[in-house]
Structure formats: structure tokens, C-alpha cells
């Protein structure tokens, strides 16, 4: 017998379905909302210009972001900012490199998960993600924003729950050639990336490669756990009735 996800999985190989993904898309119209409203887009009259819109900015992620050397110290807000942080990006290309990657990756992964489960997933760990780089800089005064460590986990989900779906990837030393490899090849390679970035990455402003590497396992570990078993299916053919009896 094969599961309602397998039939549906067929029938999007076939064209004939397509992936329906609410909470995705409601993530990512979150997140640019957020943002257009916010004084990173600098698009809000109320946030002034010039020195007064750099100063509103930085406390505006001071306050919505995760400050590492505040969120231990046991104040109730600060233990929320790992969630709030999720929707406050930093700049456009910050947001719009998000978001892409939450849509090339999160429509399939909400289909198998499911909206709630999927829901939880994001927001826990994106929450752990951003939790555990704090831990690693304990003594950072600098503010963390962004998606990048729920996305990160989704990646990682994608890559065990579809290790042989070809995603699209822009080669540098290729001319940023369109080419298209499967998951298993570019996921473990952009993790790897990481790994290398965040051995490299200077103390202060910057990307948070280690919340990436962070909820990358946790995505990985976490499908493979709760969905790795019953991620492939063998199909089987049915068994012949016995004569003078009907099939199902």
C-alpha cells in the first residue's frame, strides 16, 4: 500500500500537483512586512534620515534582536528575543537572500512535515539556532537578526527528506551558471561553506555562519529522527486474490 504523502509526491513529479505551502508563504510575507515597516528598509518617514535613521536602527535590533551578553542574564524579554529576531532582517539583500532560500526549500519541506509540525520545527529551531550562538558568544554586545538559523534548519530537513531533488545553484568560478545538482550534493557543500566561513569570521558585525551551522544539524537531525525511517517507501505489488474472490 502506498501513503497518501507517497501519492502525492507522485503526483507532484507528474505535474499534476502542486505543493501547498500557507505556512511558507505566511513566513515570508511576515518577514517583508516587518521589514518595509522597520527602519532597515528606510522606506518609514518616521524613522528620519541620515544619523537619526543609523541610530534608530540599532535600537531597533537592540531591541527585537538577540544581544548574546543580555539574553543570560534571566530578564524575560531578552529570553524572547531569539523568537523575535526570526522576522528582523538587517538590510534588502539580507532579507531577500532569506526569503528565497525559505521559498526554494520550505514549500516541499511544510508539504511532509505538515503546517503544524512545520510551524514548531521553524520557530524551535530557528529559537535553538540563535540560542546556540549566543552561548558561543556570551560576551557579545553585538545584536543577531534574521531568519538564517530557522532557514538553516530547513535546508537541513531538505536534505534528508529529499536528498536526490535537483536544486538550481549559480556557480562563481562557472560564470554563475544556472546548473541544477541534487540536494545531496549542494546542501552538504554550502553546510561545508559555512563551516569554513565561520572558522574565518572576525569578532563583531557580520554573518552568523555558526547559527547556520547550528540549524542546519538541528534540521537534519530532527527529520532524520522523527521522519527518516518512513521517508522512502518501497512500493510493492499487490497480492493476487485468491480464486473466486474479488479485489478491493
Not at 518595509?36 to 528606510?42: E, N, S, Y
Not at 556570551?138 to 534574521?146: K, Y
Not at 552538504?188 to 557580520?206: D, I, N, T, V, Y
Not at 554573518?207 to 537534519?220: E, I, K, M, N, S
Request: charged content about 15%; overall charge positive; aromatic content about 12%.
Amino acid at each position: 500500500m502506498i501513503s497518501d504523502w507517497n501519492r502525492r509526491a507522485g503526483r507532484v513529479v507528474e505535474g499534476m500537483h502542486r505543493p501547498v505551502a500557507p505556512v511558507t508563504y505566511t513566513l515570508i510575507a511576515l518577514c517583508c512586512l516587518i521589514f518595509l515597516v522597520g527602519p532597515a528598509a528606510g522606506l518609514n518617514p518616521a524613522y528620519g534620515s541620515g544619523d537619526e535613521l543609523l541610530a534608530a536602527q540599532r535600537a531597533y535590533f537592540r531591541r527585537w534582536g538577540v544581544v548574546p551578553a543580555e539574553l543570560f542574564e534571566g530578564s524575560a524579554r531578552a529570553a524572547l528575543t531569539p523568537a523575535t529576531a526570526l522576522f528582523v532582517h538587517g538590510s534588502w539583500v539580507h532579507l531577500l537572500g532569506n526569503m528565497l532560500f525559505l521559498h526554494v526549500f520550505g514549500v516541499m519541506t511544510e508539504e511532509r512535515l505538515g503546517r503544524v509540525e512545520f510551524t514548531l520545527f521553524y520557530l524551535g529551531c530557528g529559537y535553538l539556532a540563535l540560542l546556540g550562538y549566543a552561548a558561543a558568544n556570551a560576551d557579545s554586545e553585538q545584536s543577531l537578526v534574521g531568519a538564517s538559523g530557522a532557514i538553516s534548519a530547513v535546508l537541513g530537513a531538505f536534505l534528508c527528506l529529499f536528498p536526490r531533488a535537483r536544486v538550481t545553484s549559480l556557480l562563481p568560478f562557472l560564470f554563475f551558471l544556472p546548473l541544477r545538482f541534487p540536494a545531496w550534493i549542494v546542501l552538504p557543500f554550502w553546510a561545508a561553506l559555512q563551516w569554513l566561513a565561520a572558522g574565518r569570521a572576525p569578532e563583531g558585525p557580520g554573518v552568523a555562519y555558526l547559527a547556520h551551522l547550528v540549524g542546519f544539524g538541528l534540521g537534519f537531525g530532527y527529520a532524520w529522527a522523527r521522519h527518516g525511517r518512513t521517508t522512502r517507501v518501497k512500493v510493492t505489488p499487490p497480492t493476487p486474490a485468491p480464486e473466486g474472490e474479488n479485489q478491493p
